[in-house]
């Protein structure tokens, strides 16, 4: 059919979704995957979008409208016994329903992180699915260039990330061990918490014979040696 190349097609569509907890069908917003290039990516992995004006961050969570239950794909199906009637308590009892369809604005995108991280709260989710949100709230933030509010959120992604290493929760994911410590030197490094910045980069070069991520270590052999410069400048 003549003209039909002309047309733009929409970079949003609706994808059917299934209500992980009060099982209602619901649409929620995603970008259409051949609309999203990437130009390149910040040291903690932020994607730098080519088009400014779609952000597929602002799409992640799914929010249901029917029960406020709001979760992304990293969730597990399982719901440990007595949480289903936490979440009940603390989140269905005040929910209002709303929807989270269409273009969000960056207030609604945050808003529904927010939400998702309360979800896994009461949940029991992995610290890794945790410290993986507060992380893109963080993102958006720095996009809109609100250093207060950015600097909260890595600093409470870094605190997860951290509990995430402790208990071992990154086990079975798609973040190894040394990714996941990366994270916590990188972070630290731009919360300004050098000495575990130090740490962490120091172990995850100590790593490189069994690791099998060799651009991590390089970027993190590049991230010591710039603290390693900034502690020799003179401070003024």
């Given at each position: 059919m003549k003209g039909m190349s002309l047309m733009e097609i929409s970079p949003f569509y609706e994808k059917k979704m299934q209500?992980?907890?009060?099982?209602?069908?619901?649409?929620t917003t995603r970008i259409r995957?051949?609309?999203?290039?990437?130009?390149?990516?910040?040291?903690?992995?932020?994607?730098?979008?080519?088009n400014k004006d779609i952000n597929p961050l602002f799409y992640n969570v799914a929010v249901c409208p029917n029960c406020g239950f709001a979760f992304t794909e990293d969730f597990s199906p399982y719901f440990a016994p007595g949480t289903k009637e936490?979440?009940?308590?603390?989140?269905?009892?005040?929910w209002h329903s709303r929807s989270f369809g269409g273009?969000?604005?960056?207030?609604?995108?945050?808003?529904?992180?927010?939400?998702?991280?309360?979800?896994?709260?009461?949940?029991?989710?992995?610290?890794?699915?945790?410290?993986?949100?507060?992380?893109?709230?963080?993102w958006i933030y720095r996009e809109a260039e609100d250093k207060t509010e950015e600097m909260r959120y890595l600093k409470t992604s870094r605190d997860l990330y951290i509990q995430a290493f402790s208990?071992?929760?990154?086990?079975?994911?798609?973040?190894s061990e040394t990714r996941v410590q990366f994270m916590i030197a990188e972070l630290s490094w731009r919360i300004n918490d050098r000495e575990e910045a130090?740490?962490?980069?120091?172990r995850v070069i100590e790593?490189?014979?069994?690791?099998?991520?060799?651009?991590?270590?390089?970027?993190?052999?590049?991230?010591?040696?710039?603290?390693?410069?900034?502690?020799?400048?003179?401070?003024?």
């Open positions: 209500c992980m907890l009060c099982k209602e069908h619901f649409p995957s051949r609309q999203v290039r990437v130009s390149e990516h910040d040291s903690d992995f932020r994607p730098i979008y080519v936490m979440i009940a308590q603390n989140i269905t009892s005040k273009e969000r604005t960056k207030e609604e995108a945050i808003e529904s992180y927010k939400l998702a991280y309360l979800n896994a709260n009461f949940k029991k989710e992995k610290h890794l699915t945790m410290a993986g949100m507060m992380l893109r709230i963080a208990e071992g929760d990154y086990v079975g994911t798609q973040m130090i740490r962490n980069f120091s790593a490189q014979k069994r690791s099998t991520e060799p651009n991590l270590i390089q970027l993190a052999k590049e991230r010591w040696q710039e603290i390693r410069e900034a502690e020799t400048q003179p401070e003024e």
